[in-house]
């Protein structure tokens, strides 16, 4: 009988890390995290100066172009996107083959896989013209599925874009606007949600962007890709965090509730944890959940909204960060924690709000898709496996067994 671990442990040909603790999976000159000083740079960029200062437009050109565009640039990227903005009409069909109760991430990754489907002529992945125009569709479409998505969950009709919109307020208009009467973006929703999406814009090699670098290693066509990564991200413990958060936050309803919350978060036995807290690489604090705290009390003022939801997350964050079990853990808030509070004071119902991190999410996908390809030395990512099932054996007739 061979001992296969030990055989892996002497020849030494494996590195066994589950979940990646460890092991980088490949290079990258996107996005640079410091998990213990709390830092994320997005191409040497802090991200609390991209999120107070610039706009979502400019980190997807900072990202997908490695420099911060000029104002020309900028202006000609952002018509460039607002040129792509219409869905192919034959798409609006695959829509209402859902339910209507159908939770808006099924309808986007049948929508973006689908897309592939409409638009041949950027699936040629050895062009890098061809990716280029298939990251700006792709960025491009997502508002537009995203709030059809909406539409069709609320029974309305589908928006048409409207290019003379920003990109934020064009989606915003897409997704709240109805067909007989005039919309007009509230420039307070407008900043926030731009916030947000830089926020989200990319987080190196997160199990979703590893998902679209591991699909695309095999030659995938970019909105396939995109499809994979989208679905990765739906899980609770990556980007369905903040719709998860949210419920927690609205679960726990008081402030006084809080310490039953904490206790079961502590006690092994029970499997709830306390969402919005806790990150693999973050173990000082998320940078962007102190942009997003900031935020979440500038929004509800502006917009004259008390939300006890918000009480209750500050008192959660305060007591959880004096209790021990938080301190010894190195649990902090993350960007999930109030990014919710946000997005239910515009408007967006909970199943939303990871369809909005899939939005702001492609910006890095793409852009890390196009870094792999572009790699000379890509190779397709094949990880290799510990294995602990049984030894050969001799097949026995079913007669036999
Ligand atoms: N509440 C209570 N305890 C927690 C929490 C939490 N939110 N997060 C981690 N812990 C505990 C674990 O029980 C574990 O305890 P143990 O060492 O006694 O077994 C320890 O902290 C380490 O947890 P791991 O799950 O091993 O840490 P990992 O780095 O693998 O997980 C993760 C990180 C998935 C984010 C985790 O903290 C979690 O589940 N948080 C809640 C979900 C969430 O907010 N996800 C969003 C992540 S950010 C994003 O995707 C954008």
Redesign the pocket.
């Known amino acids: 009988v061979v001992d296969i671990r030990k055989f892996y442990a002497q020849t030494g040909k494996f590195t066994y890390d589950p ?1 990646f ?1 460890s092991t980088a999976s490949c290079e990258s000159g996107l996005t640079y995290i410091d998990g213990d000083a709390g830092v994320l740079l997005h191409r040497g960029y802090p991200i609390d100066q991209l999120a107070e200062q610039s706009s979502f437009m400019e980190v997807a050109y900072l990202l997908l172009n490695h420099e911060l565009p000029n104002k020309d640039e900028l202006d000609k990227f952002t018509y460039t996107i607002s040129r792509h903005t219409m869905l192919h009409e034959q798409l609006a069909t695959f829509y209402r083959g859902f339910r209507r109760d159908a939770h808006p991430m099924a309808i986007m990754c049948g929508v973006v896989g689908a897309l592939s489907a409409f638009y041949h002529d950027s699936t040629d992945i050895t062009d890098p013209q061809q990716r280029m125009i298939a990251s700006h569709r792709l960025i491009a479409k997502m508002p537009t599925i995203a709030a059809m998505a909406y539409k069709y969950s609320v029974g309305q009709p589908f928006l048409y874009p409207d290019n003379s919109l920003s990109y934020t307020g064009n989606f915003l208009r897409m997704t709240f606007g109805v067909p007989a009467e005039e919309y007009e973006v509230d420039p307070v929703i407008e900043a926030a949600m731009d916030k947000i999406f830089i926020l989200h814009a990319d ?1 190196e090699q ?2 979703s962007t590893s998902t679209v670098r591991l699909a695309g290693s095999s030659g995938a066509n970019p909105f396939a890709c995109i499809a994979a990564g989208i679905a990765c991200l739906w899980g ?4 369905g ?1 903040n719709e ?2 949210l419920n927690m936050l609205r679960e726990i309803g008081h402030p006084d509730r809080i310490p039953e919350y904490i206790a079961r ?2 006690n ?1 036995d029970d499997p709830f ?8 690489v973050y173990k000082n604090f998320d940078p962007r959940a102190k942009v997003l705290s900031k935020a979440a009390t500038e929004v509800l003022d502006k917009l004259g909204i008390s939300d006890p939801v918000l009480d209750t997350a500050r008192e959660l964050e305060r007591i959880a960060l004096s209790d021990q ?1 938080f301190i010894d ?1 190195k ?1 902090y808030p ?4 109030y990014s919710g509070v946000i997005l239910s004071a515009i408007g967006f119902p909970t199943t939303m709000f990871t369809v909005l ?1 899939a939005l702001a999410r492609t910006v890095g996908w793409v852009a890390q898709w196009n870094e792999m390809i572009s790699d000379p030395d890509q190779k397709i990512g094949r990880p290799r496996q510990l294995y602990t099932g049984p030894t050969q054996r001799d097949y026995v007739p079913v007669g036999q067994r």
């Open positions: 979940g603790t987080h997160n199990a609770p413990a990556h980007g965090a998860a958060a978060a502590k092994k944890r306390l969402m919005g807290f806790g990150h693999r079990y853990k649990l993350n960007v999930d924690f991190f």
